[in-house]
């Protein structure tokens, strides 16, 4: 008990008061109830996980690769999605023009798969199913 009184008196003059044990305990607890509450934790959506980001980006490059092996018909049908973002065309026909072989075209497929996240989440979904149907189409013939 005098060690616990001994040291509480210690660190008051050796740090300033709001510093010291005494003092902090109120506001730590304050924060701690700011921070915790059940209020804020239901208003905000819960944070998706690293391996379920990992995945969307994946999926997204994938995405991005198949677009840019489309030939010119393909990507006329799926251009009314992307019209949204010019940046994401031009990415696209940057990418046809490098040869498969080249280190830069994986470079420029995954700026296309960047770029592709600025798509709505229904759009992604869209151009999905039609990249799916034409695949589908092209494996019957």
Request: glycine content about 4%; charged content about 25%.
């Amino acid at each position: 008990m005098l060690a616990g009184i001994l040291q509480t008196r210690l660190l008051s003059t050796w740090y300033p008061l709001s510093l010291s044990r005494q003092h902090s305990r109120p506001k730590i607890r304050a924060i701690h109830a700011a921070l915790y509450s059940d209020e804020s934790l239901t208003e905000q959506p819960p944070r998706p996980s690293k391996s379920a980001s990992k995945r969307k980006a994946e999926h997204l490059k994938s995405l991005a690769k198949q677009l840019c092996r489309l030939g010119p018909r393909q990507l006329q049908a799926v251009t009314p999605i992307l019209e949204a973002e010019p940046e994401l065309v031009e990415a696209i026909s940057t990418a046809k023009g490098i040869d498969a072989t080249n280190q830069g075209r994986k470079r420029q497929e995954g700026y296309v798969g960047k770029l592709l996240t600025s798509l709505s989440t229904e759009q992604q979904d869209e151009l999905h199913q039609q990249l799916n149907g034409m695949r589908k189409k092209s494996d019957r013939t």
